[in-house]
Nanobody, 119 residues
Framework: QVQLVESGGGLVQAGGSLRLSCAAS????????MAWYRQTPEEQRDLVAS???????NYADSVKGRFTITTDSTKNTNYLQMNNLKPEDTAVYYC?????????????WGQGTQVTVSS
């Protein structure tokens, strides 16, 4: 069984920084893709950043130049460094991994972590 555990959310003032972590554990052959999404009560869950197993990254326009996605493959852990945070970044952030478990690729979600940016 595969589990994703997130950490690192919290309350920060505008202009501040936070780093989110997402660690995968369980029966993992390899990870095809790691990504972060965010969701507010009024909006759908939107992609923030993603990284493929080959290292290619993709960012939402709203976070380009402020957020950075990195990974520690030895620990099956992904990080989202968020700098120069803005009140509109306030949301619940979810990590999502596409994981090769033996024989099949499956999508797994973290439990979500609240990020609140005050003005």
């Amino acid at each position: 069984q595969v589990q994703l555990v997130e950490s690192g959310g919290g309350l920060v003032q505008a202009g501040g920084s936070l780093r989110l972590s997402c660690a995968a554990s369980g029966s993992i052959s390899s990870i095809n893709r790691m990504a972060w999404y965010r969701q507010t009560p009024e909006e759908q869950r939107d992609l923030v950043a993603s990284m493929t197993s080959g290292g290619s990254t993709n960012y939402a326009d709203s976070v380009k130049g402020r957020f950075t996605i990195t990974t520690d493959s030895t620990k099956n852990t992904n990080y989202l460094q968020m700098n120069n945070l803005k009140p509109e970044d306030t949301a619940v952030y979810y990590c999502n991994f596409l994981i090769n478990v033996p024989g099949v690729v499956r999508s797994y979600w973290g439990q979500g972590t609240q990020v609140t940016v005050s003005s």
